[in-house]
Nanobody, 128 residues
């Protein structure tokens, strides 16, 4: 059974940092790409960052470039999203998702894209 489990969310003030983790099981880790998406009530879901495990290729939403870093630990089968200089607009439910790299890298910015596997999500609140 494929599982993606997010952890590390919480409430922080603007300018602070937070690290999200996505622990995975049930599939061949190196054959997949893992991405983070986020959603705020009333707004469309958006892709945040993506990591192709095999070659470490990454993609970032322009809104988070220079502030967020996605990286993976093959031994732990875990992908992290290191978030720095957080802003109020980074508030939302963050989901990690898995799909094959060609599909994920080609489609993750499309609104109607549904990756093969999803985590349940975790809340990040940035507020003063």
């Amino acid at each position: 059974e494929v599982q993606l489990v997010e952890s590390g969310g919480g409430s922080v003030q603007p300018g602070e940092s937070l690290r999200l983790s996505c622990a995975t099981s049930g599939f061949t880790f190196r054959d997949f790409a893992i991405a983070w998406f986020r959603q705020v009530p009333g707004k469309e879901r958006e892709g945040v960052a993506c990591l192709s495990i095999f070659n470490n290729h990454t993609l970032y939403n322009d809104a988070v470039k220079g502030r967020f870093t996605i990286l993976g630990d093959k031994a732990k089968r875990t992908v992290y999203l290191q978030m720095s200089s957080l802003k109020s607009e980074d508030t939302g439910v963050y989901y990690c998702a898995a799909d094959t790299p060609p599909v994920m890298l080609a489609k993750m910015w499309k609104l109607n894209y549904e990756p093969d596997y999803w985590g349940k999500g975790i809340l990040v609140t940035v507020s003063s």
